[in-house]
């Protein structure tokens, strides 16, 4: 991400200091009342509504992106399938011309005039009745031109179609981003005022380290799931990314279980649904666990009151406690 927005915000905020500077200066004592500097539980309860709110927006992101690869694969399907009524239109019309040129040779000028000047299958169909010298084969490849020709147009009119709304799914991808690039700028000023602060908790992936061992109770697929998170530690998280390099909350969670055998939906919503669920006092691991209100951040339970998840923008993916801030933000949990 460009470090533009983050020098502009700090000339901003430069400018406004001194500003206030300028104020105590001139105003009578007394009158001046400069704002209080945020505290470090002002800036950690900041930071926790951002992160919520981002979560969110990544949620919308990752929806949008499933509609918009759908529509583009729909669209895709159709153009090949136009492709391939646009060859038989072809190969049918020249059998057309052919029925048309044999008609001038044997003398039935009209009849070859009249498949000659009409552009629309159908017409030349409808008018067939006039056209003796047509053989039953013949009328049946004249019906099939007709109906290859319609079938073409209304596939072109789907495509066209598909293609628009897999447009409109592009300029909305680019307006979450927008939003979801805003966010994490100002999460990371506000990180940047207290580098050793994190409400979230402390990573037992800390130090910059690659990879892990799931060491815990888990077996089966459960065992296979926490297997392929553990494997993934280190790795940053990015929004809208299923790895191998990348990961957000909830293409960590489809690809550990997909490792698994079992198939997850690609938003954390909709991995809500995917599984039976349980309480907070009868996980295990491998259960997926969910926080927000609007069951926007996912994680996979370890066992011993900790999960594996890929956290935020500029974190990795790591080992936290399920005790405080995440247990704040607990809504609830499924066995896939």
């Known amino acids: 991400m460009s470090n533009h927005g983050g020098r502009r915000t700090a000339r901003r905020i430069a400018t406004g200091l001194g500003v206030v500077a300028a104020g105590s200066l001139i105003l009578p004592p007394g009158i001046a009342h ?22 969110a927006i990544v949620e919308e992101y990752n929806q949008a992106k499933e509609d918009y690869d759908a ?3 729909k669209l895709e399907e159709l153009e ?17 011309a ?27 169909l409808n008018q067939s ?11 049946a490849a004249l019906e099939e031109f007709a109906g290859s020709s319609e079938r073409l147009i209304q596939l072109k009119e789907e495509a066209e179609t598909a293609f628009e709304e897999s447009k409109d799914k592009k300029d909305e991808l680019e307006e979450k981003k927008q939003e979801v690039e805003e966010a994490i700028e100002e999460q ?3 990180l940047a005022q207290f580098p050793g602060s994190d409400p979230t908790g402390d990573s037992d992936s800390a130090g910059g380290a690659t990879g892990g061992s799931y060491t815990g109770s888990a077996s089966g697929n459960a065992r ?15 929004y809208g990314a299923a790895g191998p390099d990348n990961f957000d909350c909830s293409g960590l969670t489809m690809r550990a279980w997909g490792a698994a055998g079992v198939s997850l939906p690609r938003t954390s919503q909709a991995q809500a649904g995917a599984g039976q669920q349980v309480s907070r006092d009868a996980l ?6 969910f926080f927000y209100s609007g069951l926007t951040h996912v994680g996979i339970y370890a066992g011993n009151n900790q999960m594996v998840h890929a956290p935020r923008t500029g974190k990795n993916v790591e080992v936290v406690s399920l005790a405080g801030y995440w247990d704040s933000e607990f809504q609830m949990a499924i066995r896939p």
């Open 34 to 55: 400069a704002d209080p500097e945020p505290t470090r539980e002002d800036v950690e309860a900041k930071l926790d509504e951002l992160n919520e709110q981002a979560s």
């Open 71 to 73: 529509a583009e694969k």
């Open 80 to 96: 090949n399938q136009v492709g391939d009524e646009e060859d038989r239109y072809n190969e049918l019309r020249e059998q057309v």
């Open 98 to 124: 052919q029925f048309a040129s044999a008609a001038y040779q044997g003398g039935d000028l009209g009849a070859a005039t009249t498949a000659l000047s009409v552009d629309n299958p159908e017409d030349i």
């Open 129 to 139: 009745a006039d056209i003796g010298y047509l053989s039953e084969s013949q009328r």
């Open 188 to 190: 990371e000023e506000l």
């Open 224 to 238: 296979s799931a926490l297997d392929f998170a553990y494997a993934q530690l280190g790795k940053p998280y990015v």
């Open 284 to 289: 295990q691991p491998g259960d997926l666990v």
